[in-house]
């Protein structure tokens, strides 16, 4: 953090001297890998269009810039790819449906709007079921979420791969929260709290007291500052980036879902690239998607400590107060393992056991 001093001009034309605080925009991030391999051949040029819900300064759209830097570098610049953050071209239901007809050839939502393709990924949406980055991240790299991505096939939309959106958090403008009652409010009104467009979410907060709305991440900065919404739930990073401590004064590190973003691509436009080029685009995502987690990484405890500098004033939660979240969302589980598959969860949760 650097502290420098500007000169205002009051209204009446007086200078003054105030404090002004430049603030770092991203931590020190890893430069991404090298790129390696060889360069392809002449099958053709393409330029890509890619739009992302989250800001340029994300991991997300960091990483973003090095998987379109892969293409163009070993294609020799027949590929390109033209990234288009914050949510300009969309949101994550608009984006994939775009996909779907072809306007649009990339996108990079969060798996739990794109349970309406695939339901399996509901799982992901299970609170408190992946106890670490470990056992998450083992859980993308797994055949089951392979055979997750597979299942996108015939829906117009082509899966490459998952990397991280992170760990949730609660933030609010409205109070501290360090309990499950803290969020139904026991004399005053339980917190309207955005979630995204999916029903397990939807069920999570309901479950909590609260009055949840579900609702596009490109609507959501202006909802709190008109106080349409109270709160909203995402990673520390992204609640920086996209500057929701203008308009969120608290913060607790509830981690009650890991959810992963999924890189697609509109299966038109897959179709056709050549098989050589197929091939990069495949490897060029899974190569990203490593960089993506291990910016995401690098953010994750950094935008926390920023945030607490910018003003938010965040709860850290002990043992014993996660503990009583986990309890209160247990109708969740009751509600949504059937659906969802009790085969699946146990698969997730032997790929988890693995990991402890
Ligand atoms: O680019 C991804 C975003 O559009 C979105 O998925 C972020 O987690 C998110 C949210 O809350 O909508």
């Known amino acids: 953090m650097t502290i420098f001093w500007r000169n205002t001009l009051t209204l009446a034309g007086a200078a003054t001297l105030s404090l002004g605080i430049a603030y770092a925009q991203t931590p020190d991030l890893s430069d991404p890998p090298a790129i390696e391999g060889e360069v392809l051949g002449d099958h053709g040029s393409h330029t890509l269009r890619m739009g992302l819900g989250l800001s340029d300064t994300s991991p997300q759209y960091l990483s973003s810039r090095y998987f379109a830097d892969i293409l163009e570098q070993r294609t020799e610049g027949r590929i390109t790819v033209n990234i288009f953050p914050n949510s300009q071209l969309g949101d994550d239901v608009q984006m994939m449906e775009m996909l779907q007809t072809g306007s649009l050839d990339m ?175 495949q490897e060029a995502a899974r190569q990203s998607a490593e960089y993506e987690i291990q910016l995401s990484t690098e953010y994750d405890d950094w935008a926390r400590e920023q945030l607490e500098e910018r003003g938010m004033q965040i709860t850290r939660l002990d043992d014993d107060q996660v503990a009583a979240f986990q309890e209160a969302v247990q109708p969740v589980y009751d509600r949504w393992a059937p659906r969802i598959g009790e085969d699946l969860i146990a698969e997730i949760q032997s790929i988890v056991d693995a990991t402890q």
């Open 107 to 281: 996108s990079y939502p969060s798996s739990s709007p794109a349970t309406t393709y695939v339901q399996e990924l509901a799982v992901f949406d299970l609170p408190f079921l992946l106890p670490s980055r470990e056992a998450a991240i083992a859980v993308m790299q797994s055949e089951t979420a392979q055979r997750m991505l597979d299942a996108f096939e015939g829906t117009g939309i082509k899966a490459l791969t998952f990397s991280e959106n992170g760990y949730r958090q609660l933030t609010n403008s409205a109070r501290a929260v360090e309990s499950p009652e803290d969020v139904a409010g026991l004399d005053v009104r339980g917190l309207s709290v955005r979630t995204m467009e999916n029903p397990v979410h939807l069920s999570i907060w309901e479950t909590l007291g609260a009055n949840p709305t579900p609702m596009a991440f490109g609507e959501l900065f202006s909802a709190m500052e008109q106080g349409v919404v109270d709160g909203q739930e995402n990673p520390w990073s992204t609640i920086l980036t996209s500057n929701f401590y203008e308009v969120q004064d608290y913060g607790s590190e509830t981690r009650h879902v890991y959810t992963p973003f999924i890189m697609m691509m509109s299966q038109r436009t897959w179709d056709r690239l050549a098989p050589e080029y197929q091939e990069l685009v």
